[in-house]
């Protein structure tokens, strides 16, 4: 069931928001090679708990840490760890924040030093295509215009989307109906209505979008070895244009 949101409730949930990209760009200041995911792991727990809110993702399902960190071919659900990071690396990192009741979440995907002109394509159509799907949350649309704009966009730049994970509602729960995914046709799916807060996704390879889980159980990689990007805000459908509540400013 698609839950509407009230004034109160979306006040609350973009509180949570506004400490994801608090968080998201705390992160971008720190990450270098030398560092290890570990370290940004501690730093963002420390930074979500410091903002008054707790990391959502910790012991959600069985997870074990407060965020997400997907390094290079990793997709999405990577575990921080003693890793360090190379000059050249790409560093997806996935963050959700729980306070007062209602969740947020976003992620960004981090070039590390300087990285290959094929790397900065892949993180620039990623980035794009997040916009394009945002750009088609309008009321009387449906969630399938979202998804089409960003599958049209990934491909005719020559990248693929992921089919195995998608977007989400979002609000009292940290996943709500309705799935958003970032491939499909157009005119599909529940209508767009004004109070709807989406977590919009976009996963691009730059390969195929074939997909596998490492034995840790979470990590999900690319099936042919190569890069993968991962970009995400959580989105308020209104009357007039989508608000971005995971928008730093």
Not at 37 to 61: C, L, Q, S
Not at 93 to 116: E, N, Q
Not at 122 to 143: D, Q
Not at 185 to 214: F, K
């Amino acid at each position: 069931m698609v839950i509407l949101k009230s004034s109160e409730e979306i006040e609350k949930i973009a509180e949570s928001c506004r400490i994801v990209a608090k968080t998201l760009d705390a992160i971008k200041g720190i990450v270098r090679p030398g560092i290890t995911t570990e370290e940004i792991e501690e730093f963002a727990d420390a930074y979500i708990r410091a903002n008054g809110a707790v990391p959502a993702f910790k012991g959600y399902r069985g997870y074990p840490a407060s965020i997400c960190t997907s390094l290079n071919n990793e997709v999405i659900h990577g575990i921080p760890s003693n890793r360090m990071l190379k000059e050249g690396d790409i560093l997806s990192i996935d963050l959700g924040v729980y306070r007062d009741g209602f969740y947020g979440d976003g992620a960004v995907t981090f070039p590390v030093g300087k990285i290959s002109p094929a790397a900065e394509k892949l993180l620039r159509v990623a980035e794009e295509s997040l916009y394009i799907g945002i750009e088609n949350a309008r009321v009387g649309n449906r969630v399938s215009d979202i998804s089409y704009s960003i599958q049209r966009h990934v491909e005719l730049n020559g990248f693929s989307v992921v089919r195995a994970f998608v977007g989400h509602g979002i609000g009292r729960y940290l996943h709500e109906e309705p799935q958003v995914p970032n491939f499909g046709i157009l005119g599909q799916g529940p209508r767009l209505r004004d109070g709807m807060t989406l977590a919009i996704e976009p996963m691009v390879n730059e390969g195929g979008y074939e997909v596998l889980i490492l034995d840790d159980g979470w990590t999900a990689v690319t099936m042919d070895g190569r890069l993968s990007a991962h970009f995400e805000h959580t989105v308020l459908i209104t009357a007039d244009k989508p608000r971005i509540l995971t928008k730093s400013n």
